[in-house]
Every structure is written in structure tokens, then in C-alpha cells.
């Protein structure tokens, strides 16, 4: 009888261990209605909770992230990238909030490609020239659910697009699917795998715009950034690579050690004018094609401090000067200028006129691939 207590006892606390240790671990997936398109299709928010509390909201159009939270110095948890409480701002924005950009990210001079010998003229759509995939680009397409899953990593979404052969004029029927892992060590992970069925080119990136601060009236001026990056793609007028890779060094691109976003962002140099701010592609000093640390970014209020690292060989690094204050985001917060910062891993701008920069093509039975992961911590 003695015997029999003690086991019931032990069992009773061993399963009061494995209730606490359910309940600790916060990580979830849930599922909600996020509106609809005119054309009556229901677009549906995920949500993704990993075992630390921190949140990530992704919906079907666009494959785009709506919201991330990240814990500051004291634990307390702010949403810190911009986006739009309703589907219908994705829709009409052209602010690529959170979106995964393609099937070109970036800019396209003159909007002409050629592939195999054979021009194709794409959408300008940006001035004289085609810009993130084109009037109707990746961010506005409803992608399919995979699936969701709870990872050894972390919650996970796996979201496929395919882009019909002549999509935006462009050559060859691409799948591109995209796997967002909310991973236990709070990092939002992307994981890109893309093929084709003729040969075309492919440089998708996810451009979610953060603010560390969770302020979003305030602007990142003060946050401080650290690009790996030793050269820079100058731009013309137009933000069209020159094709010249220029050294940092000396100049307001120089962010090889970090420093405030604002320190420079005045300078009378050129290329911050064609910019108006920072606006351009870094190059990644030691590209291998593996994952690697390519830059960080420190707000110092709030102590949050996020590092993103990549397979790709350049990050445009953008700082939202062109929003304007205009259209309401979330909460109703009109963005003002250079309230958000993007830090879009990709080949670089208008690779394909650019024979001398890493190669974009992408070939029948070759597999396009990258990763670039945020990570998010406190100092
Ligand atoms: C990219 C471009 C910017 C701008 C934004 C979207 O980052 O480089 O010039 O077009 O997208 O507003």
C-alpha cells in the first residue's frame, strides 16, 4: 500500500513538471481571417509564438510580415516593423511593408532584360525603370499555405508562389517557396528555394522596414547600424548601379564599424543625394555563399539589438525615405520619413546589364537558394 502512495505521489509530480513545462514554452500557431481581396479571395493572418513569447504575423498575401515583437532590456515585448492593419493598404501601398519582393527585387535599368539572347522589355514601373518585380509584383499575389508546422527550431509557415511563364513579361514559370521559421532563439529565419522551367532570373528578398525603438513615430536616425561591407554599388541618378564597386572608406557609406544612422546621413556627397538618404547596395566583404553575419543594428533606448545574416552577397540597406507621413499604418500611425529601415539581403541591383556582379540567372534544373535570418537580442 506504502509502495503504491509513493508511486502515485511520484507520478503526480512528474506530470505537474511536465504540466509546468508545457506551460512555460508559449509556442503556438494560430489561424484568423485577415479580410478579403475585391476579387472575394479570403486572405488569413498566421500567427507564429515561439517558446520565448515573441510573435510573428504573416499573411497570405505577399507572404508578407505584418508584425514581429521583440522583447527590450526589461523583458517588455514592442512590435518592431511597420505594416498596415488591413489588406486592403497592401493592396493599394507601394511601400513593400514586410513583403517578399521578386520576381527581381531591386531595380532593373531601363526595365530590359535579355536571357538567352532574347529581349524582354519589363514593367518601369519605377521612373525609366522596373523596380521589385513590377506593377504587380510577388507582394501582391496570393501565395499558397504549404502547411504549418511546429519545428525542433521554432514555429514554421511554408508559402509557395508560382509565376506563370510571361508573368511581368518575364521568361520561364518559376515556384518559389519561402519557409518563415520563428525560432526558439528569437530569430525570424526565411528560408528561399525557387526553380524554373527555362532560364530567367531570380533575386527575391524580404523587405520588412524596423523600427527597434516600438516607437514607430519616432525615426531610426539614432539607431545604430554595422553593415559587413568594405564596398558599395554606387548608383546614377536613377538608382541604377554604375557597375562600379567602390570602397567605403573615407565616405558616408562607411559603416564597417557601427554608428548612428544620422551621423552622416547629411553629408554633401552625391550619392546620398541620388538617394535622398541611404538608399543603395552593400557588398558583402566575405561573400562565400554560406550564412553569415552581414549586419546588425542596435537601438539604444530600448536595448534591442537585431543581427541579420545571409547566404546573399549584397544588402540594400534603405532607410525609408520616402515615406512621408501620409498613409495610415498601424494603429493609425502616418509613418513619418525614415521611420522604419530595411536591410534587404539580394544580389545586387540590375544584375542582369551588369555581366561583372554575381549572376542572377537561374536555369531548368538548377535550385535557387537563400537564407537570411533576423535575430533579436538585448545590450
Ligand atoms: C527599395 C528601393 C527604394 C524604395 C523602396 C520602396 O528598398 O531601393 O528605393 O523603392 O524599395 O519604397
Request: net charge positive.
Amino acid at each position: 500500500m506504502k509502495k503504491l502512495v509513493v508511486a502515485l505521489l511520484c507520478v503526480l509530480v512528474a506530470m505537474n513538471a511536465s504540466c509546468k513545462t508545457i506551460k512555460k514554452d508559449k509556442s503556438m500557431i494560430e489561424k484568423k481571417s485577415f479580410g478579403k481581396l475585391t476579387d472575394g479571395a479570403e486572405v488569413t493572418l498566421y500567427t507564429l509564438k515561439n517558446a520565448k513569447g515573441m510573435e510573428a504575423k504573416i499573411i497570405d498575401y505577399g507572404a508578407t510580415v505584418v508584425s514581429l515583437t521583440a522583447p527590450d532590456k526589461n523583458g517588455i515585448f514592442a512590435d518592431v516593423v511597420l505594416g498596415y492593419d488591413d489588406v486592403e493598404r497592401y493592396v493599394r501601398g507601394g511601400t513593400y511593408f514586410g513583403a517578399i519582393v521578386g520576381r527581381y527585387g531591386n531595380r532593373i535599368g531601363q526595365g530590359k532584360l535579355t536571357v538567352d539572347g532574347k529581349e524582354y522589355q519589363l514593367a518601369r514601373n519605377n521612373g525609366a525603370n522596373h523596380l521589385h518585380g513590377g506593377t504587380t509584383g510577388f507582394n501582391k499575389k496570393m501565395w499558397i499555405v504549404d502547411g504549418t508546422s511546429m519545428t525542433k527550431d521554432g514555429p514554421a509557415i511554408t508559402l509557395t508562389y508560382v509565376s506563370k511563364d510571361g508573368e511581368e513579361n518575364y521568361p520561364g514559370t518559376v515556384k518559389l517557396t519561402v519557409v518563415y521559421t520563428l525560432t526558439n532563439d528569437n530569430a525570424l529565419s526565411i528560408v528561399y528555394t525557387g526553380t524554373t522551367d527555362k532560364a530567367t532570373v531570380l533575386n527575391p528578398t524580404n523587405h520588412s522596414y524596423f523600427n527597434l525603438s516600438g516607437d514607430m513615430n519616432t525615426p531610426i536616425l539614432d539607431h545604430e547600424l554595422m553593415l559587413a561591407a568594405d564596398t558599395f554599388t554606387p548608383v546614377d541618378a536613377g538608382l541604377i548601379t554604375t557597375g562600379k564597386v567602390v570602397d567605403v572608406a573615407g565616405t558616408p557609406m562607411d559603416f564597417r564599424t557601427a554608428k548612428k544612422i544620422g551621423k552622416d546621413i547629411e553629408a554633401n556627397f552625391e550619392q546620398l543625394k541620388f538617394g535622398g538618404g541611404y538608399d543603395h547596395n552593400w557588398v558583402i566583404a566575405k561573400y562565400d555563399g554560406n550564412v553569415q553575419l552581414i549586419a546588425s543594428v542596435y537601438e539604444p533606448k530600448s536595448g534591442r539589438f537585431m543581427e541579420a545574416f545571409s547566404t546573399e552577397p549584397g544588402v540594400q540597406f534603405y532607410c525609408g525615405n520616402f515615406l512621408d507621413g501620409r498613409v495610415p499604418g498601424k494603429n493609425g500611425i502616418k509613418y513619418p520619413k525614415r521611420s522604419g529601415l530595411c536591410l534587404e539581403a539580394q544580389h545586387f541591383p540590375d544584375s542582369p546589364n551588369k555581366p561583372e556582379f554575381p549572376t542572377t540567372l537561374l536555369k531548368p534544373g538548377e535550385i535557387y537558394h537563400q537564407t537570411t535570418i533576423y535575430k533579436f537580442s538585448t545590450k
